[in-house]
T-cell receptor, first 112, second 114 residues
Framework: NAGVTQTPKFQVLKTGQSMTLQCAQD?????MSWYRQDPGMGLRLIHY???????DQGEVPNGYNVSRSTTEDFPLRLLSAAPSQTSVYFC???????????FGQGTRLTVV | AQKVTQAQTEISVVEKEDVTLDCVYE???????LFWYKQPPSGELVFLIR??????QNEISGRYSWNFQKSTSSFNFTITASQVVDSAVYFC???????????FGSGTRLLVRP
C-alpha cells in the first residue's frame, strides 16, 4: 500500500537550475497539494488541485508551477531555483478537501 | 481570510506531566474543519483528528483529548501523562468550506524529557 510517494528524497540544485519534484498517489484521491516547510513557519501551501486538469495557487506560489494531467500525479516544477527555495517539500492527497490528508515522506531541497 | 495561530513555539515537560497545546483560528465561514497533525523526529506527518464547526463535543482518544470552543475560536490539544514518544512537532490546521485550502499553523515543538 504505497499511499503518497514523493521523489527524490534529497536534492541539491545550483541557483538558476530547474527541476521537477514528483508526487504520485494510488488512493484515487481527488485533492492533492504541495507544501513547503521552513523553520518557524510551519507548512505553507504552494499549489493545490481539486481534480485532474484543475489547479490553483496557495499561499506561496511564486517560483513554482504545477499541472495535474492525471488523478494520480501532481508534479511540482521549480522554474529557476533560488536559495530562498531551500526547504522541505511535502506532497499531500485527500479524498476531498475536508478529509484527512495523507502526506508523502518529503523532499529536502537545497539550493546553493 | 483563514489563519491559524499556534503561539507556543516550543514546550518542554517531564514525562508523565500533562501538557496542552494551544490553537487559535480565524475564519469568516460558518462551516469549517479543524485538524491536528503530528510530525515526529522522523519527519513524516501523521493525522490525529478532524473536527467540523458544528460539532463542539470534546474528543478523547486514549491519552489525547481535544477541546473545541467556538466562542474563543480555539481548538486545544491536551496530552495526559506525557511520554517520551510524544516528542514531536504538532500542527493545527484549518479548512474553510468556501475554500479549497488547508492552512496550517506554525507548529509547536513538544519535548518530553525522561
Amino acid at each position: 500500500n504505497a499511499g503518497v510517494t514523493q521523489t527524490p528524497k534529497f536534492q541539491v540544485l545550483k541557483t538558476g537550475q530547474s527541476m521537477t519534484l514528483q508526487c504520485a498517489q494510488d488512493m484515487n484521491h481527488e485533492y492533492m497539494s504541495w507544501y513547503r516547510q521552513d523553520p518557524g513557519m510551519g507548512l505553507r501551501l504552494i499549489h493545490y488541485s481539486v481534480g485532474a486538469g484543475i489547479t490553483d495557487q496557495g499561499e506561496v506560489p511564486n517560483g513554482y508551477n504545477v499541472s495535474r494531467s492525471t488523478t494520480e500525479d501532481f508534479p511540482l516544477r521549480l522554474l529557476s531555483a533560488a536559495p530562498s527555495q531551500t526547504s522541505v517539500y511535502f506532497c499531500a492527497s485527500s479524498l476531498n478537501r475536508v478529509a484527512e490528508a495523507f502526506f508523502g515522506q518529503g523532499t529536502r531541497l537545497t539550493v546553493v | 481570510a483563514q489563519k491559524v495561530t499556534q503561539a507556543q513555539t516550543e514546550i518542554s515537560v517531564v514525562e508523565k506531566e500533562d501538557v496542552t497545546l494551544d490553537c487559535v483560528y480565524e475564519t469568516r465561514d460558518t462551516t469549517y474543519y479543524l485538524f491536528w497533525y503530528k510530525q515526529p523526529p522522523s519527519g513524516e506527518l501523521v493525522f490525529l483528528i478532524r473536527r467540523n464547526s458544528f460539532d463542539e463535543q470534546n474528543e478523547i482518544s486514549g491519552r489525547y483529548s481535544w477541546n473545541f470552543q467556538k466562542s474563543t475560536s480555539s481548538f486545544n490539544f491536551t496530552i495526559t501523562a506525557s511520554q517520551v514518544v510524544d516528542s514531536a512537532v504538532y500542527f493545527c490546521a484549518l479548512s474553510e468550506a468556501s475554500s479549497y485550502k488547508l492552512i496550517f499553523g506554525s507548529g509547536t515543538r513538544l519535548l518530553v524529557r525522561p
